[in-house]
């Protein structure tokens, strides 16, 4: 699987957009790019994953630049409960997910 | 539906003792694996299944065993417990879509083990 470059950690305002990038460079033309989210110790739980095409669920929006080497996860009005380590993977059809240390979104008042 | 199941939620071990922690999910899913998470880490693959009866190696899979003998359950069990194996241990399950890629994983609430 490729790897995936995140920054360590990232602030914003409440209400405002998160914007989390990562770099994956070396991604194969079959894999996907998923989004992760870990909320204090709690268990991962998934935001959105997409292959070329930007993507958008109820809970974000994932836009992925046309040479497929790095994408942008948004989240539109972030809340303090938005606070959480946020982890982009990519991943093939081999059923294994690959966690790096992901991104630690911290949401201020 | 009660989705990924995880127990026990907290266990202490002795070194040397063995013990089994137990998955299950009630989503009929195909596959399921085994994650630990050490402290300021990310997640580690110990072990997955693609289904009753198949099972397969991750990043970390020395000291733990698993079998699958149902779609429902995926148990791991510590053979011989270090206190390097002091972790949380997740267990995750998706369903696979067309052409073999899989779905989202739901992931179950975390076992806290520690070794002493």
């Known amino acids: 699987d490729a790897k995936t470059t995140q920054p360590p950690s990232m602030d914003c305002a409440e209400g405002r957009a998160a914007n989390l990038p990562c770099n994956h460079s070396t991604i194969s033309g079959n894999e996907y790019v998923y989004w992760y989210r870990q909320i204090h110790s709690q268990g991962p739980q998934y935001i959105i994953h997409?292959?070329?095409n930007n993507e958008t669920n109820e809970m974000a929006s994932l836009i992925i630049t046309e040479d497929r080497k790095s994408s942008t996860l948004i989240l539109p009005h972030a809340t303090l409960r938005d606070t959480a380590v946020y982890y982009c993977?990519?991943?093939?059809?081999?059923?294994?997910?690959?966690f790096g240390k992901g991104t630690l979104l911290t949401v201020n008042p | 539906n009660a989705g990924v199941t995880q127990t026990p939620k907290f266990q202490v071990l002795k070194t040397g003792q063995s013990m089994t922690l137990q998955c299950a999910q009630d989503?009929?899913?195909?596959?399921m694996s085994w994650y630990r998470q050490d402290p300021g880490m990310g997640l580690r693959l110990i072990h997955y299944s693609v289904g009753a009866g198949i099972t397969d190696q991750g990043e970390v899979p020395n000291g733990y065993n698993v079998s699958r003998s149902t779609t429902e359950d995926f148990p791991l069990r510590l053979l011989s417990a270090a206190p390097s194996q002091t972790s949380v241990y997740f267990c995750a399950s998706s369903s696979s879509l067309a052409g073999g890629y899989y779905n989202e994983q739901f992931f179950g609430p975390g076992t806290r083990l520690t070794v002493l």
């Open positions: 989503m009929n899913h195909e596959y």
């Open positions: 997409g292959l070329k």
């Open positions: 993977i990519t991943a093939g059809s081999n059923y294994k997910l690959t």
